[in-house]
């Protein structure tokens, strides 16, 4: 229990791959199921995940579409 490090679970952002670490700060991870790295920002017990790289052309094209399309909403319902 001395150890200090604490556990936290969450999912990557890119793929919803599960991530399990142990840290006290922020750092970043490479996710094993589509390769992107991951900053992991740890503040007062809340962790959050943003994708620094995308590996995956076929994943950055799709957000891509889906940016466009969420900014398009907004535009409309305005």
């Known amino acids: 229990m001395g150890s200090g490090a604490i556990k936290w ?3 990557c952002s890119v793929c919803g791959a599960f991530i399990e670490k142990s840290a006290q700060s922020d750092s970043e ?7 992107s790295t991951l900053e992991i920002f ?3 017990d809340i962790v959050s995940v943003r994708p620094l790289h ?3 052309e ?3 094209e799709r957000m891509r579409v889906y ?4 900014m398009n909403s907004r535009k409309e319902t305005k």
């Open 42 to 44: 740890v503040k007062d």
């Open 9 to 11: 679970h969450v999912h």
């Open 67 to 70: 940016s466009q399309k969420m």
């Open 58 to 60: 076929k994943l950055k």
């Open 29 to 35: 991870v490479e996710c094993k199921k589509c390769r």
């Open 54 to 56: 995308i590996k995956d």
